[in-house]
Structure formats: structure tokens, C-alpha cells
């Protein structure tokens, strides 16, 4: 079983950055594939970022050129740097390991954008 553990979310204004991390409890590079989801109140979630054990990467249009998904496997991490902030990313940000049938959720991290 892979424990997933957020941090760095938080009140910004608009227009401003955070950078989210996630720190599995044992080795993701190899196989896993990496994503962060988010949750708006009374929205579905909904995929906002992806990066495979290889290195590609893949973006939910809204967030495109503004937020960039990275990984330190030596670290267990994945990263999300979140730019150019808008009111509308509010939401929890939940990290989420996949390989083959194993898929392992983090306790997510809320971010919030308001002036």
C-alpha cells in the first residue's frame, strides 16, 4: 500500500502561485504513474495534471501554460507549480498514484483563490 501526503495549499490572490508537493511512503519511480486531481464544492473531480513513470506529461485544457506537474523519483515527490492563479482552481487538490489495478489517493490539500 502507497501512502500519498500533501502539503503547500493554501490562501493566494489572484494571479499568484503555489507549488503543491506529494511524498509517497515508498518507491513510485519505476512504475507508477502520477496525477493530481482536484474538487470543486459541489463539482465532480476531475484530472488536472499527469506525469508517467517516463517522464510525459498531460494537462486539463483550463490549466494549460499555467501549471507544470514534475517529479524526483530519488524523492518520492511530485510537484504541481500552480501560476497565474485564478478563482476558479479553488478547489482540494488530491495526489494519486497508478500502476496496473493499484491506485492510491492522498487526503488532498485545499487551495483557495480569492482576493
Known amino acids: 500500500q502507497v501512502q500519498l501526503v500533501e502539503s503547500g495549499g493554501g490562501l493566494v490572490q489572484p494571479g499568484g502561485s503555489l507549488r503543491l508537493s506529494c511524498v509517497a511512503s515508498?518507491?513510485?519511480?519505476?512504475?507508477?504513474?502520477m496525477g493530481w486531481y482536484r474538487q470543486a464544492p459541489r463539482e465532480q473531480r476531475e484530472l488536472v495534471a499527469a506525469?508517467?513513470?517516463?517522464?510525459?506529461?498531460n494537462y486539463v485544457d483550463s490549466v494549460k501554460g499555467r501549471f507544470t506537474i514534475s517529479r524526483d523519483n530519488a524523492k518520492n515527490t511530485v510537484y504541481l507549480q500552480m501560476n497565474s492563479l485564478k478563482p476558479d482552481d479553488t478547489a482540494v487538490y488530491y495526489c494519486?498514484?497508478?500502476?496496473?489495478?493499484?491506485?492510491?489517493w492522498g487526503q488532498g490539500t485545499q487551495v483557495t483563490v480569492s482576493s
Open positions: 494519486n498514484a497508478h500502476w496496473g489495478p493499484y491506485n492510491y
Open positions: 515508498q518507491n513510485i519511480g519505476s512504475s507508477y504513474s
Open positions: 506525469i508517467t513513470s517516463r517522464g510525459g506529461t
